[in-house]
């Protein structure tokens, strides 16, 4: 069982920053897939970043390609997500998640996902 917890969302202008953070409990953090998904009023939930259990390969949605970074650190149970130029478009509730399988499509569908936290809003003014 893996508990997570998501912090870090809040206001920024467009073209401001933020860091989310996603605390882990549990001992077996390492073994899994970590994701981070987002979703807006009225929307569907979006895939928006993924990391390997080591944290040595991440694949990014290509709407935030090049200025999201998706990280972990093992040995802190903890998961970021370094966001960057920030757009209105960005603005949505910021869930992260732990899951299975890091090869194929699977990694990027909710569906490989075991573990969620609560979310995180972020809101972005233009």
């Known amino acids: 069982q893996v508990q997570l917890v998501e912090s870090g969302g809040g206001l920024v202008q467009a073209g401001g920053s933020l860091r989310l953070s996603c605390a882990a409990s549990g001992r077996t953090f390492s073994m899994y897939v970590l994701g981070w998904f987002r979703q807006a009023p009225g929307k569907e939930r979006e895939f928006v970043a993924a990391?390997?259990?080591?944290?040595?390969?991440?694949i990014y949605a290509d709407s935030v390609k090049g200025r999201f970074t998706i990280s972990r650190d093992n040995t802190k149970n903890t998961m970021y997500l370094h966001m960057n130029s920030l757009k209105p478009e960005d603005a949505a509730v910021y869930s992260c998640?732990?899951?299975?399988?890091?090869?194929?499509?699977?990694?990027?569908?909710?569906?490989?996902?075991?573990?969620w936290g609560q979310g995180t809003q972020v809101t972005v003014s233009s």
């Open positions: 990391v390997s259990t080591s944290g040595s390969s991440t």
């Open positions: 998640a732990a899951g299975g399988s890091w090869y194929g499509s699977s990694r990027s569908l909710p569906s490989n996902y075991y573990y």
